[in-house]
């Protein structure tokens, strides 16, 4: 069983960058789809972004498409968010998800997820 930790949320300007982190313990991330999902206070939680084992292929939301990037480095068994051009609209608690059976999967087929970290655009 994985353990996924989420780091680099913060309080930012608009305009600004951050970069997420998703450390896993427990297993090889290789052997995992990776993704990313933010949940707003009074909102459902919606995909952002979703990476395939190896990297090679990843799928963005309409809403962050062209400002964030989703990247992985299996030798660290991290997943990385770069998240360019912040709005306010982007703040929402982040949170990494794993899944051996794909990766451009519904929220509810993800099986693993971590605690989450708190992103705070400012205007």
């Known amino acids: 069983q994985v353990q996924l930790v989420e780091s680099g949320g913060g309080l930012v300007q608009a305009g600004g960058s951050l970069r997420l982190s998703c450390a896993a313990s427990?297993?090889?991330?290789?052997?995992?789809?990776m993704g990313w999902f933010r949940q707003a206070p009074g909102k459902e939680r919606e995909f952002v972004a979703g990476?395939?084992?190896?990297?090679?292929?990843?799928s963005y939301g309409d809403s962050v498409k062209g400002r964030f990037t989703i990247s992985r480095d299996n030798t660290k068994n991290t997943v990385y968010l770069q998240m360019n051009s912040l709005k306010p609209e982007d703040t929402a608690v982040y949170y990494c998800?794993?899944?051996?059976?794909?990766?451009?999967?519904?929220?509810?087929?993800?099986?693993?997820w971590g605690q989450g970290t708190q992103v705070t655009v400012s205007s």
């Open positions: 990476v395939n084992r190896s990297g090679g292929s990843t």
């Open positions: 998800a794993a899944e051996t059976t794909g990766w451009g999967l519904p929220r509810n087929k993800w099986g693993y």
């Open positions: 427990g297993r090889n991330l290789n052997t995992y789809g």
